[in-house]
């Protein structure tokens, strides 16, 4: 990939392997550079991508990228927080800047109201569609408490866990108008090579784990 202001984690490589199956649509919120987008496609290649970003010097990058790597998304240059459509997709995924800090030097959003960014990526779901998302584990009650607000069920929650005793980062996936409750799994190490070196995604890394 090429490297830019901000070049993909392992992050993008957990978020996109949390992606539901059979899914057609997707919009992937603050695409970036375009890591979560790739890793997706590699999962499953034929599905259609719509990728929204406020930062210019962001979307040129993720041009770049997707030219190295012969794939196409639809780049949108507009503010998950203002964007007006009516658009809806069968899987919104986000990466959301849920971090606090100096802010970037990108144009892009930075410490972020994750209510509201949740809030307005719950919008842009169809019915029965799913969003995905990944957060520090300090904003996933303010994101559980977004899709409890707007219906969503069938919550299921996955935690990694680096060197702490505490999950570090926390996978959200979670259905629209889904009346079933929440899932919490056990979770893994964020250095799991299972998902960042063999490619699995988590619906076959949780299998392989019962079936062992």
């Not at 007006?84 to 849920?98: A, G």
């Not at 169809?126 to 559980?144: E, F, H, Q, R």
């Not at 219906?151 to 926390?170: C, M, T, W, Y």
Request: aromatic fraction near 8%; charged fraction near 20%.
């Amino acid at each position: 990939m090429a490297r830019g202001f901000y070049n993909p984690t392992s992050d993008a490589v957990w978020l996109a392997a949390y992606a539901p199956k059979n899914i057609k649509d997707v919009l992937d919120i603050g695409i970036g550079t375009g890591g979560v987008s790739l890793c997706l496609l590699a999962h499953f290649p034929e599905v259609k991508i719509t990728g929204l970003d406020v930062s210019p010097e962001m979307l040129d990058i993720c041009k770049k990228n997707l030219s190295l790597n012969n794939a196409h998304i639809n780049l949108i240059k507009q503010d998950i927080l203002n964007w007006s459509t009516t658009e809806r997709f069968d899987l919104v995924i986000t990466n959301p800047p849920y971090f606090n800090g100096t802010p970037a030097q990108h144009n892009a959003h930075h410490n972020a109201d994750i209510t509201q960014w949740t809030k307005h990526c719950c919008a842009r779901v169809k019915p029965k569609g799913y969003i995905c998302m990944i957060s520090d584990t300090l904003c996933a009650d303010k994101i559980i408490s977004v899709l409890d607000e707007k219906h969503f069920g069938d919550i299921q929650i996955f935690p990694l866990f680096g060197a702490k005793n505490s999950a570090e980062r926390v996978l959200i996936r979670a259905k629209n108008g889904a009346r079933t409750g929440s899932t919490i799994f056990c979770g893994t190490s964020m250095n799991n090579d299972l998902i960042l070196r063999d490619g699995l995604t988590i619906d076959t890394l949780l299998t392989t784990l019962r079936a062992s």
